[in-house]
């Protein structure tokens, strides 16, 4: 196994505007990567369908406490499940306790090593996608409230966001794309970003994404993963954007300018994490699509990260918005030292 191909990084804080990169766009080349470049932002997509919901509840077309069975009957059924409990903010907050279906043995199989060929260009609805979670029985029942999220009631999962991304179907009587499209793509101007739907490429300029798809050690096989069908992620991960829009997307969410109060306030009103499940430290809180990471004593920073196969992306932002850091690798294997190093060098300059 050799190192990241190549990273891109955008800083925007009092001091400015600070582009960065290093490495190659392709293996084999000497072509710099670009912080011009699209790339998939995988689960930072999760911070766009929350905002998505919200604005709907703002428009009046939805309530967060609206039951999952209300907006999608017999979507989630048998095995235990209990749809008429489970919520909208259970979905967009990890509360729900439904199985993560990106974590069926099956189905990691079919993107594993060579099975990854066979299986690239593979169409999932969210239907399937659902459904392969339910294979599985919850991982826990959901609290009943407003304001679910007690210790060790808490875990992440890409289903969440499939539902949540159909909910938003249901609601809007049209597509994911369109919905996110009008309602953040458009008012603020991130002509980098887009909703994939079936195209399995990438819009230009962009650089190869490569990936060990699940091996490790260093006889790990690099492979070229450009190129899939993004339905194996739907509203939980198949965006594309860029280091400078996403920027955009989490400054102006945080400083209030896409959100009313009443959303605002939902969308920080964040639960424990539970760190143990490998989805960040023990004392991490996560809102609606948003996790509040502590960097360090004193220091704190929102954002999310996202990994699928090829890229790998952070963005993280102060409460405000005015300090924000978005990077990504076009390789997704390897320590996050380096990550945890620039992130602490922007955040926590200040912290005692």
């Known amino acids: 196994m050799r190192g990241t191909p190549g990273v891109i990084a955008q800083v925007r804080d009092r001091h400015g505007v600070w582009n960065g990169r290093a490495g190659v766009q392709k293996l084999g080349s ?64 990890h509360t729900s306790g439904i199985f993560d279906y990106n974590m069926d043995a099956g189905f990691r199989a079919r993107y594993a090593g060579d099975e990854f060929d066979r299986n690239r260009y593979a169409r999932w609805s969210p239907r399937e996608l659902v459904d392969i979670a339910l294979a599985h029985p919850p991982n826990f029942q959901p609290e009943q409230g407003s304001r679910p999220g007690r210790p060790g009631r808490w875990d992440y999962s890409d289903t969440n966001y499939v539902l949540a991304g159909m909910v938003v179907e249901k609601a809007t009587g049209g597509s994911y794309a369109h919905a996110v499209e009008r309602l ?26 490569y990936s060990t798809l699940f091996e490790d050690g260093p ?26 829009d996403v920027n955009t997307f989490l400054s102006s969410l945080l400083a209030g300018d896409l959100l009313p109060p009443a959303q605002q306030r939902q969308l920080l009103d964040a639960v424990p994490v539970d760190g143990d499940k490998g989805h960040g430290g023990p004392q991490d809180v996560y809102g609606l699509g948003l996790r509040h990471f502590k960097l360090a004593e004193g220091c704190r920073a929102w ?50």
């Not at 101007?189 to 230009?204: D, E, H, K, N, Y």
């Not at 006889?219 to 400078?244: C, H, L, N, W």
């Open 30 to 93: 000497e072509r710099k990567r670009s912080t011009h470049e699209r790339f998939r932002v995988a689960s930072v997509t999760k911070t766009f369908t929350a905002t998505v919901l919200l604005k709907l509840e703002a428009e009046g077309k939805l309530s967060l406490d609206d039951s999952v069975a209300k907006w999608l009957p017999g979507v989630v059924r048998g095995n235990g499940y209990r749809p008429g409990h489970i919520t909208v903010r259970h979905l967009l907050n």
């Open 303 to 352: 954002g999310h990260g996202g990994m699928i196969p090829g890229s790998a992306t952070r963005t993280l932002a102060s409460a405000d918005g005015r300090q924000v850091m978005t990077m990504n690798r076009n390789g997704d294997w390897g320590e996050q030292r380096l990550e945890d190093a620039a992130v602490a060098s922007e955040f926590c300059r200040s912290a005692p």
């Open 219 to 244: 006889q790990a096989k690099v492979r070229d993963v450009t190129e899939f069908s993004p339905t194996v992620a739907f509203s939980a991960g198949q965006m594309i954007s860029t280091v400078g």
């Open 184 to 209: 953040v793509i458009r008012p603020l101007r991130l002509r980098g970003t887009s909703v994939p739907g079936t195209a399995p490429g990438l819009p230009s300029p962009h650089a190869r994404h």
